[in-house]
């Protein structure tokens, strides 16, 4: 399987201090990876830097065979922050709709994305009047419309109740069976089991890149938060 992401001795400084130290990894194409780690290990920076919107002090990121950042990405990558970025005074559907628009796209592919996000019945709504799990969705739906080939998602799960996150990682499967590269970042392990590949970030270093049932055979434990905390003991261990 080709890799769709290449990163290469990627080295990021924000506010002065190194955030993203020297590191290298690649996203497999049409898989969900995982991007764990704990807060402020630099989980956003690195999408921040696949995405193109990221400052980088050295090293080199390639995305679906171009530079990250190039305009011929632009509508072949979506990216959805942990800040919704849809307008609050419009409604779920003029939303997704005034975003289909902008990749060429008709009413129907707004319909879709949206129901494929679980908001066809708040459809109607304002956006200023959702929940915080409803204006993640919609703003998911906003980014879905475009068909992009990489979908880049920061932490898409937060706030939502189990059964929409299931419901959620079953559309990222779907989505990946299709073809889509999808790297979603969390910091809730449970979720690392969802994923078809994990990397984890620990103070802006890769600490592993593997799949679930790699991190619990090297852990000698099932449970990924556990084998998590055993591979960062390691990594102490081995620094001190
Ligand atoms: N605008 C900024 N200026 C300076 N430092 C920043 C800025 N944004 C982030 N940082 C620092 O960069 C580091 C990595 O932050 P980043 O947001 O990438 O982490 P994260 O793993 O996504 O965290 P979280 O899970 O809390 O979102 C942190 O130490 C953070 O304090």
Do not use: I
Request: charged share 25%; hydrophobic share 45%; proline share 4%.
């Amino acid at each position: 399987m080709a890799d769709a992401v290449t990163v290469t001795d990627l080295v990021v400084e924000r506010g002065r201090r190194r955030v993203l130290h020297d590191l290298s990894c690649a996203v497999p194409a049409g898989r969900v990876t995982g991007l764990l780690g704990p807060s402020g290990s630099g989980k956003t920076t690195l999408m921040r830097a696949l995405v193109g919107v990221q400052r980088v002090r050295s090293g080199e990121v390639t995305v679906l065979g171009e530079p990250a950042g190039s305009p011929g990405l632009r509508a072949r990558v979506g990216y959805v922050t942990q800040s919704p970025s849809v307008y609050p005074d419009l409604s779920v559907r003029e939303n997704a709709r005034y975003f289909a628009a902008l990749y060429g796209r008709g009413a129907r592919a707004a319909d879709d994305a949206l129901a494929a996000v679980g908001m066809t019945d708040a459809a109607g709504q304002l956006v200023a009047d959702l929940s915080g799990g409803q204006r993640s969705r919609a703003s998911l739906a906003c980014a879905l419309v475009g068909e992009p080939e990489l979908l880049v998602l920061d932490e898409p799960t937060v706030g939502l109740d189990p059964v929409l996150r299931v419901d959620l990682w079953d559309r990222f499967h779907a989505l990946a069976g299709a073809g889509t590269t999808l790297v979603v970042s969390s910091h809730v392990m449970d979720e690392a089991g969802r994923c078809d590949r994990l990397l984890l970030l620990r103070e802006g270093r890769l600490l592993a890149d593997l799949t679930p049932g790699e991190l619990r055979a090297d852990a000698g434990t099932h449970d990924l938060e556990e084998a998590f905390l055993t591979l960062v003991r390691r990594g102490e261990e081995v620094a001190a």
